[in-house]
């Protein structure tokens, strides 16, 4: 089916540890971005990318570092995992960019756990 | 800078009983306004959105929005709730931002209904 695949879908990291979150997308999207999910907190910006070879700071990039391998495939990257980013991380696409009109299709998440 | 706020952290209706869930929104310029739908353990889904004109917005599973510029709110509604509706549901603003566009989420309102 077509859509926004991240994976993992579940990872425990212990604090010091890196890892990269995987995100696809087979809708010929050109816009992508990751936001954080946490209780009571909606879900917040990280990072995003307009267009294939760009990316731009979202509201809480501190500890992230994003890589836009192609037009398909935006990754996320932990170098340093702490506690503080246990969270559940969602990817989204949109097919233009800079087009209010076009709604963000969301993966169904990776849940991170850090020890 | 936008913000939105979902006063009810949590609702609990009755199936069969109306719903409205209140949004209210900050932003300088024509607000782009977006209700999405979240299931336990999946993405966001989109219900809605309104970007101009009408304001009464249908969506999707017999869910509608009205946009009140004078109160800066877009109150999401539906006559009568199914359980299968219990879910977590996000308002959420949209702005141009550098060469792409950015959502501000509210901080989410669950609906749990009772059989």
């Known amino acids: 089916n077509a859509g926004v695949t991240q994976t993992p879908k579940f990872q425990v990291l212990k604090t010091g540890q890196s890892m990269t979150l995987q995100c696809a997308q087979d809708?010929?999207?050109?816009?992508m971005y990751w936001y954080r999910q946490d209780p009571g907190m909606g879900l917040r910006l990280i990072y995003y990318s307009a267009s294939e070879g760009t990316t731009d700071k979202g509201e809480v990039p501190n500890g992230y570092n994003v890589s836009r391998l192609n037009k398909r495939e935006f990754s996320l990257r932990l170098e340093s995992a702490a506690p503080s980013q246990t969270s559940v991380y969602f990817c989204a696409s949109t097919p233009r960019e800079q087009n209010l009109n076009q709604p963000q299709h969301f993966g169904d998440g990776t849940r991170l756990s850090i020890l | 800078a936008q913000s939105v706020t979902q006063p009810d952290i949590h609702i609990t209706v009755s199936e069969g009983a109306s719903l409205e869930l209140r949004c209210n929104y900050s932003?300088?310029?024509?607000?782009?306004l977006f209700w999405y739908v979240q299931s336990p353990g999946q993405g966001l889904q989109l219900l809605l959105k309104?970007?101009?004109?009408?304001?009464l917005v249908q969506g999707i599973k017999g869910f509608e929005a009205e946009f009140k510029r004078s109160q800066s709110s877009f109150n999401l509604r539906k006559p009568s709730v199914h359980w299968s509706d219990a879910a977590e549901y996000f308002c959420a603003v949209g702005a141009q931002g550098a060469g792409s566009y950015q959502l501000t989420f509210g901080k989410g309102t669950k609906l749990s209904v009772i059989p």
């Open positions: 932003y300088g310029a024509t607000p782009y």
């Open positions: 809708m010929n999207h050109n816009s």
């Open positions: 309104y970007f101009s004109g009408d304001t």
